[in-house]
């Protein structure tokens, strides 16, 4: 289980029940909009309005605690910011899926970085397309 409280006072944030509770409904449903995250924490907290929710995400985001995933024609969702690894995004159904980086990723993006002269600190690869299932129900 993940110590929000730490988590988030290691990146100068206050612990709040708000943040707290954002923090807990994404670490268990992974991937999330922001409506999505707010009609669940509504179930234990009902007096938090979606501006809040809105507003902590904003914060969460700068801070690096979370990381927003765009997806295209869709809200973007939301996770735990955790090791670099890569998303695959289905334009269809807005799922995302976390896939780790393979070795034959890190050489190509190491290498593009030095050739670049680009120091490398943190990435985030969104690879969009058509999911299995949403692939089967166009093929039905």
Excluded: W
């Amino acid at each position: 289980m993940t110590d929000y409280v730490t988590l988030l006072k290691e990146n100068d944030l206050k612990a709040t029940f708000q943040r707290i509770s954002i923090l807990e409904v994404i670490d268990r449903n992974g991937h999330m909009s922001v409506e999505d995250i707010y009609e669940e924490v509504i179930k234990v907290h009902p007096s938090i309005s979606l501006a809040t929710i809105y507003k902590n995400i904003i914060l969460m985001v700068e801070k690096t605690v979370l990381v927003e995933v765009p997806i295209t024609g869709k809200k973007p969702k939301y996770e735990l910011s955790k090791a670099d690894h890569i998303h695959l995004v289905c334009t269809e159904c807005g799922e995302v899926e976390d896939k780790m980086c393979m070795e034959t990723t890190d050489k190509v993006f190491h290498a593009l970085s030095e050739k670049e002269h680009f120091r490398l600190n943190k990435r985030q690869v969104n690879l969009y397309g058509i999911c299995e299932a949403c692939q089967e129900v166009k093929a039905s």
